[in-house]
Nanobody, 126 residues
Framework: VQLQASGGGLVQAGGSLRLSCAAS????????MGWFRQAPGKEREFVAA????????PYADSVKGRFTISRDNAKNTVYLQMNSLKPEDTAIYYCAADSHQGTSVVRTTPRAYEYWGQGTLVTVSS
């Protein structure tokens, strides 16, 4: 599966952005999807993930209550709605796909995800 992330940009603290990740292929609905981010000089970290039905959606503590992940399987797209943005949310945001072979667990570690998009930059000014 190929992934294309979009929707990043420059926003003031307290503002909102919605990221999109469009996937190719007819098996999108079978993948668990995740959003990760990487700030300059830091390791890539988990943000949110979603199972195939959208029922299971774990979040990083740092974004819980502010970010919402969702998916539209008919459009082969996963979204990340980001509200109440803070300067510390500044990072390159990546979407990723996990084929979750042999497990129903929605995983939160980058190495569990086989496919990655190119990333979209989010900059939050104070």
């Amino acid at each position: 599966v190929q992934l294309q992330a979009s929707g990043g940009g420059l926003v003031q603290a307290g503002g909102s952005l919605r990221l999109s990740c469009a996937a190719s292929g007819r098996t999108f609905s079978t993948y668990f999807m995740g959003w990760f981010r990487q700030a300059p000089g830091k390791e890539r970290e988990f943000v949110a993930a979603i199972n195939w039905s959208g029922i299971t959606t774990p979040y990083a503590d740092s974004v819980k209550g502010r970010f919402t992940i969702s998916r539209d399987n008919a459009k082969n797209t996963v979204y990340l709605q980001m509200n109440s943005l803070k300067p510390e949310d500044t990072a390159i945001y990546y979407c990723a796909a996990d084929s979750h072979q042999g497990t129903s667990v929605v995983r939160t570690t980058p190495r569990a995800y086989e496919y990655w998009g190119q990333g979209t930059l989010v900059t939050v000014s104070s």
